[in-house]
């Protein structure tokens, strides 16, 4: 294929930011990657992927950057840093950010653009991704690929004045993972998208910490098994109670599909193990305050968060 | 003192069993202690309380058991055994009693008279204990005690037909325990005891295993202090709704008590670092499985729960 025209920029080279912008790299995208700690080690080695999907994938000439400062306008900018990272990444978000760039937020959990937003200029619009991938970074410059890759996207917010000009932006986005062969679809409903996402997140998250498990052992335990579902059935009630009810078949088919995925450690587990903050704010915090003020209890997933808050508090200490 | 009349057996010379024993011992009661693992160590070297309430307690020529076929029939059988040994613990328990023999359960939770009532003879009276005090087994046959120390009896079964008659054997083992320094008074109503005493444990007894930790880190963190309180609120509304309401001001009660108990590492905590079974049923499946009957949901309790149940399961595997 012909390399198309948008400039993407990388905020957060991890997994999930190192796995997109390879993809988009290989393909012929023109691809600039921000990095701290892995910039050394990635300018010496390039990026590489070991995808059980689409083989091992290397990167060699990684257009790479220590400072947003030098990194050329952005069209796209992919930020795949946890979001415990937004308040001191927003700057470096705003440096790299072209005219009417679109800027597509790829963590987990609520209120993640919220705070980004409040330094964006207006004509910066912002979307959010809500990505399906089975991915954990194994050294530097190194993204191990476990199962799925897909992305969903959704507008937050931006000067798109209609719902049209939105969409027009969603469906660019969702083209240009569609052409270098990630599945991606448009979330007509962000904050809906945001809590289907949160179903599946609220439970494995936290109880892999807790329990130190990945997905399967929690899964063949009955009674770890039955946690995880009556919480998943919070969040889909809190989902609703805020105005965004799902289906109802959401539960089953996302405990049939973790049944079906590799045995699977979510991100906060690695966090956990490498002594880095959990995304508590995003993925409990937040959930929990908006299903509170729409007068709905979630007492297991209020549990678990409180016992994670006693873990990160004490680590931290 | 001279030697009071009773002779008296305990079955299950840990923490509880070994501390009361020794205690009724030392000053004159015909005391007989069944042991397992710790017979040898004990026979040679006795018994050892480090308490920080009444110094350092040694008793030397220990009456001690390998078998309760060996022993005395005897008037009072402590059972300090934890309650998943009771199956196992019920015919040695009818082994050592004597006629109208009255055997008292010094274990936590709910329903754990009622297996061991199948196999007793009528005559024999069944009693149950509540202990309320801080001690653990540190080495074979030493006994660390760090608070507290008192023990409250309630009637469960047996062959006193008038309620006096059940009081006055009540008041037979509370003077017993009274006489020899130990804080004891009547529980007229053993049920609700036991529900007052699992407001305690089960907070602390579970999330000390889940989050490896004793009551003073949990009780400093305010979000592991506000998960305990609210775990304690749910026994509490589950009592009230098993027929069984306990004083409005508990809870706090509680909280301040442990708050000026020094760090302690309630028994679970231990059994599970020791690898032996955890109490499950009596601490949490029993109480939730009434509360269910009563029609009061106590969610948090059961996320504990199905969360210890999960490492359980796993440390067995």
Redo the contacts between chains.
């Keep these: 294929m012909t390399a198309p025209n948008p400039r993407i920029g990388i905020i957060g080279t991890g997994a999930i930011g190192g796995f997109y912008g390879v993809m988009l790299a290989r393909a012929g995208y023109d691809v600039h990657f921000l990095l701290r700690s892995e910039y050394e080690t990635v300018l010496q080695r390039g990026l590489r992927i070991n995808s059980t999907v689409h083989g091992s994938l290397h990167l060699d000439a990684v257009q790479a950057y220590r400072s947003a400062a030098d990194m050329p306008k952005c069209d796209w900018l992919l930020v795949g840093a946890k979001s415990t990272s937004n308040p001191e990444l927003a700057p470096l978000i705003v440096e790299a950010a072209g005219e009417d760039a679109k800027v597509v937020v790829l963590q987990n959990g609520l209120r993640v653009e919220e705070d980004l937003r409040q330094v964006l200029p207006n004509n910066i619009h912002l979307l959010g991704g809500l990505c399906f991938i089975c991915a954990h970074r194994s050294a530097l410059g190194v993204v191990e690929h476990q199962a799925l890759g897909g992305v969903n996207l959704g507008y937050h917010s931006g000067s798109a004045a209609t719902l049209e000009q939105q969409q027009a932006l969603v469906e660019e986005g969702v083209a240009m993972f569609r052409a270098v062969g990630v599945d991606s679809n448009a979330a007509d409903n962000l904050v809906q998208a945001r809590w289907q996402k949160l179903v599946w997140n609220v439970p494995y998250n936290g109880?892999s910490v807790?329990?130190d498990?990945g997905t399967a052992?929690?899964m063949s335990?009955p009674?770890?098994r039955?946690?995880v579902r009556?919480?998943m059935l919070e969040a889909c009630g809190a989902a609703a109670a805020c105005g965004h009810p799902l289906p109802d078949v959401l539960v089953d088919r996302m405990m049939m599909a973790t049944d079906h995925m590799p045995n699977y450690l979510p991100s906060m587990y690695h966090d956990h193990a490498h002594g880095r903050p959990l995304e508590l704010d995003a993925i409990y915090a937040a959930p929990l305050v908006a299903a509170a003020n729409a007068g709905f209890a979630m007492?297991?997933t209020?549990?678990?968060?409180?016992?994670l808050?006693?873990?990160a508090?004490?680590a931290a200490r």
Tied chains: 1, 2.
């Design positions: 109880l807790l329990l498990a052992p929690l335990n009674d770890s039955a946690l009556s919480i007492p297991k209020e549990a678990l968060y409180q016992a808050c006693f873990i508090g004490r």
